[in-house]
């Protein structure tokens, strides 16, 4: 076989994907579906979804029936590039003002994109009722109202439920309201969490015994094996125990769903040797663990039965925390941007230069990174007061400032919502020079900084950092450095390649690349904070945007910092409220 995995960190032993629970030194605590988020990113496929069920009530519905109350249904549109498609549509409420409508409609949640909906409700003419509701003509209905939101903005909600006001044709407020609750269904939670080892397997080493490690594939319905984890390596052990790994509900489907396990003696050089192989299910894992008894491994396609076998010695099903339990319950994500002004980005007043503010609005590279990062994390930021930081720029005073504020206020960094980032990026090409060297340390030691602060008040914020740079840093072992202190913090780091450098040397910073980064000290990263992304390239590709690619590794981030720190999301808020119905009467 091939390399495992791209993402391997100490040089590929480490575990990948399956949580990992019991790495030493907080190393190898892969996000929940890092395994298969290679597998995909490799194969040019997006990443993972979060399905979402959502249910609909509204109230104060205007009637538009003479002898009766109006007869409302509701339906869900996506919106994408401009264009509107239906994804659901409710059932008929007859004669009600405030429906309280029974079918859901699902729709899959993701992080890294904006997800506008747009909800129409009409009044079903009783000539009607007996059409099925995919059958309405709706152009024949009488219009109620509509309302428009993002996906994002109900999911950031305290109970998930977000209520809107309707608003006519012509764009009008109206009276009516509209509420829809959003759910992750109960699956999503689901994980499980196992603990394998092996006797006798074969020796595949001639001076010394085998490094074995297991590899766990789901198997798609055209037998496709995509790899949703592996263990770490264990060195020279032809009877190992690993650590325990943890697979979701999303990596392995269901429990009846095909799995492949495949046991390799490790190579360096990536061509690692099959040493077994079974295939199974997570429910016949558990029957495994229950009797106690060994699975045969099986030669390449199961040609040969062998000797080795593979026993479990712990099995648990668990509710693991997502994303959304944190973002609901009060959690927050704070954006950070900081903007390079070296000289090798041209002259701002030239059409050549990356700084270049098009007169006709058309947006440069450093304004689209701004803006498309920003719109989406928008939503995950209460306050939406961004720190916005420029570096490598001629200050008026002369002297050049590796970290100086956007909005040339010499004590407050912030500055309000992307519009306030996009006018500040604006002022400031006309009020410094572009000068350099590109450094990156300064500025990520000032939100390492901020972002520290924080945590000594209360965890439930997370820390961004957007860094957008058109050259390689001459500080490389300085920001590895600051990187590596970085990663014991609920900080991530966004870092946009725009222009036509050579970014290699910036690679090095994600680890992505198969190895943690380690500081001058020798000390490694406590985990992988940084995503990399070269604009030109991803542009190319035009399978997935830059701000998916940069943003597709945050939840993952975010949620290694959370579990491995014991944190969880706060129990949601009830409003206590009257009993439904009284209570019986006493005997």
């Known amino acids: 076989m091939g390399g495992c995995f791209s993402g391997d960190v100490r040089g590929g032993t480490e575990a990948v994907g399956g949580g990992a629970s019991g790495a030493a030194a907080g190393q190898g605590q892969g996000g929940p579906n890092e395994a298969l988020d290679h597998f995909l990113q490799g194969h040019g496929l997006r990443g993972l979804y979060t399905p979402l069920e959502l249910s609909f009530s509204a109230s104060k519905l205007r009637d538009m029936d003479a002898l009766s109350k109006s007869d409302p249904m509701l339906v869900v549109y996506t919106k994408m590039d401009g264009r509107l498609e239906e994804i659901g549509r ?11 409508w029974i079918t859901k409609t699902m729709i899959n949640y993701q992080f890294e994109i904006v997800q506008p909906l747009v909800f129409r409700i009409y009044d079903i003419d009783t000539k ?29 909600k305290f109970n ?29 939670r689901m994980a499980v969490e196992m603990t394998f080892h092996c006797l006798n397997l074969d020796n595949k080493d001639t001076f010394s015994k ?36 943890t697979l979701t509900s999303q990596q392995y489907s269901s429990r009846d769903d095909p799995l492949l396990l495949e046991c390799f003696d490790f190579d360096a050089s990536g061509n690692h040797e099959l040493m077994g192989a079974l295939q199974t299910t ?87 990174a701004i803006l498309g990062v920003s719109e989406v ?14 570096f490598g720029a001629r200050m008026p005073q002369g002297s050049v400032s590796h970290c100086f504020n956007l909005n040339a206020s010499t004590n407050d960094c912030e500055v309000v919502g992307f519009e306030g980032i996009m006018s500040a990026y604006s002022s400031t090409l006309y009020s410094v020079s572009l000068s350099g060297p590109t450094l990156f340390g300064p500025v990520i030691n000032k939100a390492a900084e901020i972002a520290s602060h924080s945590a000594q008040y209360g965890n439930n914020r997370y820390f961004v950092l957007l860094i957008i740079t058109d050259g390689v840093i001459t500080d490389e072992q300085e920001t590895k450095d600051s990187i590596v202190r970085a990663s014991d913090l609920p900080l991530s780091i966004l870092i946009v390649g725009v222009g036509g450098a050579d970014f290699t040397q910036m690679r090095t910073l994600d680890a992505d690349l198969g190895k943690r980064l380690q500081s001058s000290t020798g000390r490694v990263a406590t985990r992988d904070i940084v995503q990399f992304v070269p604009m030109r390239e991803v542009q190319a590709g035009g399978q997935v945007t830059v701000v998916q690619s940069l943003l597709e590794e945050l939840p993952g981030q975010f949620l290694e910092y959370m579990r491995t720190r014991g944190i969880k999301p706060q129990p949601p808020q009830h409003a206590s409220a009257p009993p439904a119905y009284p209570p019986p009467p006493q005997l």
């Open 377 to 390: 994390l928008q939503f995950y930021d209460k306050d939406r007061r961004f720190p916005a930081w420029g």
């Open 128 to 156: 009607y009722h007996n059409t099925p509701v995919k059958m309405l003509n709706l152009a024949q209905q009488d219009f109620l109202g509509e309302a428009f939101c993002n996906l994002s903005e109900i999911v950031t």
């Open 160 to 188: 998930h439920s977000l209520t809107l006001n309707l608003r006519n044709g012509s764009g009008h407020a109206l009276q009516d309201t509209m509420t829809v609750h959003a759910e992750e269904t109960a699956s999503s």
């Open 282 to 368: 997570i429910a016949q894992l558990e029957n495994l663990y229950k009797s106690k008894a060994g699975a045969n491994f099986y030669s390449r396609k199961g040609q040969k039965k062998l000797k080795g076998q593979l026993f479990l010695d712990t099995f648990q099903e668990k509710v693991q925390h997502t994303f959304l339990d944190y973002i609901s319950s009060g959690f927050e994500l704070n954006f950070m941007v900081a903007v390079d002004f070296t000289a090798s980005n041209g002259d701002p007043r030239t059409p050549q230069s990356l700084h270049y503010i098009d007169p006709s609005g058309r947006l440069n590279s450093y304004q689209q």
């Open 210 to 245: 085998s490094d074995p490690f297991l590899r766990v594939s789901r198997l798609s319905e055209s037998a496709v094996a995509i790899p949703i984890c592996k263990t770490e390596v264990i060195n020279n052990n032809l009877n190992p125990v690993w650590r325990p790994i």
């Open 90 to 100: 409710t059932e008929v409420i007859l004669n009600s003002l405030k429906p309280l």
